[in-house]
C-alpha cells in the first residue's frame, strides 16, 4: 500500500520501557491512548516504508487515514489488510477535507488537485460512516485531526458519537533550547515531553532510525518548565503545517499565522 495512507503512527504497546511515567491517556470511550506517535506526512519516495519498518521495530503500531472519505470502510479493510491486523484502536479523519474518489492504480493518485473537493460529500458525511465502524470490530474507537472549533462545532451538531480524539499538529521552536541542555535532551524530546504534559498524544515526524527512537523517550518536565512552555505557546505559539486546501481549515488562527 503507497504512503497515501499512511497519516499516523501510534504506540500501542503498553509495556514501552523507554517511557518514564504512564504513557497512556484515556479516552471519552474509556479506551486508551500511547501519549507518543509516529508520523509520516510529506515522506520523501521510498522513506515512509522504511521509517515505518524502523518505528514498528522499536514499538509503534500503526493508525491511519486517507483522503478517501466516501470509502470508509473499504479503505480501513485494506489498510488492515496490508497491515496484517484485525482492527486498529483509533481511527482519525486526518483533515475535514473530502476529495472525490480515486484509486491507488490511477495514474495522478497522490498528485490529486487538494483543491478540487467532492460536491456531493463532507466531513459530516465521512463521520457517520466512521460511527457505523464502531459496530464492525475494525477499530475501538474514532477521532478527528486538524479540526477548528468552526468545524468541531459543526460536526457535533449531528454526530453521534463524539470524537475521541481532536488531534493537531505540534512543532519545535528555538526557546526549549535552554531546557533541553539543561536535561542532556534534544529539543524534540523537551517538546514532546511538554504536548505530553498537557495530557496530549504527540505525533512527530522522524525518518532515521536514531531520532525515530529517541522520540520514545519522553521524560516529566518540572512545573517551571512547564508553565514557561505555556506562556511560549500563548505569545509566540504559530502552526508551520498550513497545506493548501483551497478552502479555510484553520478557522481559530489569528492574521499572524497566515
Not at 72 to 86: I, K, P
Amino acid at each position: 500500500m503507497g504512503s497515501y495512507y499512511h497519516k499516523h503512527i501510534i504506540i500501542l504497546n503498553p509495556k514501552v520501557k523507554t517511557l518514564h511515567y504512564d504513557c497512556h491517556n484515556e479516552l471519552n470511550t474509556g479506551a486508551e491512548i500511547p501519549v507518543v506517535g509516529f508520523g509520516t506526512w510529506q515522506a520523501a519516495p521510498g522513506e515512509a516504508g522504511r521509517a515505518v519498518k524502523i518505528a514498528m521495530k522499536s514499538g509503534y503500531k500503526h493508525l491511519l487515514w486517507s483522503s478517501q472519505h466516501s470509502q470508509v470502510e473499504a479503505s480501513l479493510r485494506r489498510s488492515l489488510a496490508d497491515l496484517q491486523l484485525d482492527y486498529v484502536d483509533l481511527y482519525l479523519m486526518h483533515w475535514p477535507i473530502s476529495l472525490p474518489p480515486n484509486e491507488a492504480t490511477a495514474a495522478n493518485f497522490r498528485k490529486e488537485d487538494r483543491t478540487t473537493h467532492a460536491l456531493d460529500w463532507d466531513f459530516t458525511n465521512t463521520w457517520t460512516d466512521m460511527e457505523k465502524l464502531l459496530g464492525t470490530g475494525l477499530t475501538k474507537a474514532i477521532g478527528v485531526a486538524n479540526f477548528s472549533t468552526v468545524n468541531l462545532e459543526k460536526l457535533l451538531k449531528t454526530a453521534k458519537v463524539v470524537p475521541a480524539e481532536p488531534q493537531n499538529p505540534l512543532n519545535s521552536h528555538p526557546v526549549v533550547l535552554e531546557i533541553a541542555e539543561k536535561r542532556k535532551r534534544s529539543a524534540a524530546q523537551v517538546m514532546l515531553s511538554w504536548g505530553v504534559a498537557r495530557g496530549w498524544s504527540v505525533i512527530p515526524k522522524r525518518a532515521t532510525e536514531d531520532r525515530i527512537k529517541s522520540n520514545l523517550a519522553v521524560f516529566e518536565l518540572s512545573a517551571e518548565e512547564v508553565a514557561k512552555l505555556d506562556q511560549l505557546a500563548k505569545t509566540q505559539g504559530r502552526r508551520f503545517n498550513r497545506p493548501n486546501w483551497g478552502t479555510t481549515v484553520f478557522h481559530d488562527d489569528d492574521e499572524s499565522v497566515v
